[in-house]
């Protein structure tokens, strides 16, 4: 079985490196990177921490907006599709990358796998939000991490037999490497004691920090809250030209470079309170059992309030501020079990389902 793997972003890195580890020795796999994150802070070290192989072709597209980026990954993987063409394509999560591989594997009549499918906020503002619904619907399987993403995609006609209920692949990575992971390490870096409280911040969606009115609000409630904890923020590149351009820079954060992903969940499984616009962090909290605090109004990922540890407070800095409070004055929140099939064996579930259907193409 001749197998195409794209990614292109973090996340996708992170879904993606179980999945290959499962399919090796069953499958000849090609790795695409699209280079939608290119630069070694948001990708290379990516790809160390988590032991992916090198990619056997780098697509080079660069930042740009997410029409041109689609636009450049059609042009660059066609010719990768055509001459040897692969048995599937899989592609990850809801990045420009997942949507631009979707759509060359359909034009190229490629079957397309979508692992973690069926995720649904409701909101169409949203981008990741358009290229969950349109790459679901253009996939042959649809591989989903937890009920409510069957039911969202029932909901919208997709055939049962498409649909595979397999638990959560991000999961997969962070059990493998949690034994690896060192906070006292990073927070030396920092100039932190190793035992230090601290919140841990991530803040990149366009909602949040394209509007500079909403990003000074949100960084005058974490200044605030800087006076009762450090606060260790790890600025993504939007980000970081965000606060350039309206000239933010409160006191009392430790604004730090992107991390690699040990790192980041070295910070992450020792904080007493993770702050976050990002889908995968929400979920790696729940299973680590942090509280985190979603500055978004909806969440695509609600099993990680029913039965995780994350608190959706809105876009509104008031109520953030508010939420921090509590979380900080309140201690331990009651444990909570984790979401059935995040187990760490997601990534076997889903070869499994491949490697049947490639035994009963080549009968």
């Known amino acids: 079985m001749k197998v195409l793997h794209v990614v292109g972003a973090r996340p996708n890195f992170v879904k993606a490196a179980p999945v290959i580890r499962a399919l090796a020795g069953g499958a000849r796999q090609t790795l695409v990177h699209t280079g939608q994150h290119h630069d070694a802070a948001m990708s290379q070290v990516f790809f160390d921490d988590l032991d992916l192989p090198r990619p056997d072709l780098d697509l080079g597209v660069g930042y740009d907006s997410p029409s041109a980026q689609t636009g450049r990954i059609l042009m660059r993987l066609g010719p990768v599709l055509a001459p040897d063409r692969p048995d599937i394509c899989v592609v990850y999560g809801d990045v420009t990358s997942t949507l631009a591989g979707a759509l060359a594997a359909a034009q190229h009549g490629v079957p397309l796998v979508h692992v973690e499918a069926g ?149 992450e499984k020792a904080a007493t309170l993770v702050i976050t616009d990002s889908g995968g962090v929400q979920e790696e909290t729940t299973w680590l059992g942090i509280p985190c605090l979603t500055f978004r109004d909806v969440t695509e990922r609600p099993i990680t309030v029913t039965e995780g540890t994350n608190t959706v407070v809105g876009r509104n800095a008031g109520r953030l501020r508010d939420a921090i409070r509590s979380a900080l004055d309140g201690g331990d929140r009651e444990p909570r079990p984790r979401p059935d099939l995040w187990d760490g064996h997601a990534a076997a579930r889903i070869a499994a389902v491949l490697t049947c259907e490639g035994d009963r193409a080549a009968d």
């Open 119 to 267: 995720l649904r906020s409701r909101d169409r503002t949203m981008p990741e939000e358009r290229n969950r619904v349109l790459t679901d619907h253009l996939a042959d399987w649809l591989f989903t991490p937890s009920p409510d993403a069957n039911d969202n995609l029932a909901n919208e006609g997709v055939a049962p037999a498409r649909i595979h209920l397999v638990g959560n692949v991000m999961i997969d990575s962070l059990k493998r490497l949690l034994p690896r992971t060192d906070p006292g390490r990073v927070l030396s870096r920092l100039g932190l004691p190793a035992n230090a409280r601290y919140a841990l911040v991530t803040l990149h969606r366009p909602a949040t920090v394209d509007e500079s009115a909403v990003l000074r609000e949100v960084l005058g409630v974490l200044a605030e809250a800087s006076r009762r904890i450090p606060i260790v923020f790890p600025v993504h590149p939007r980000t970081r030209a965000r606060l350039a351009a309206a000239s933010a820079t409160p006191p009392g954060l430790h604004l730090i470079p992107p991390l690699g992903y040990l790192d980041f969940l070295s910070l």
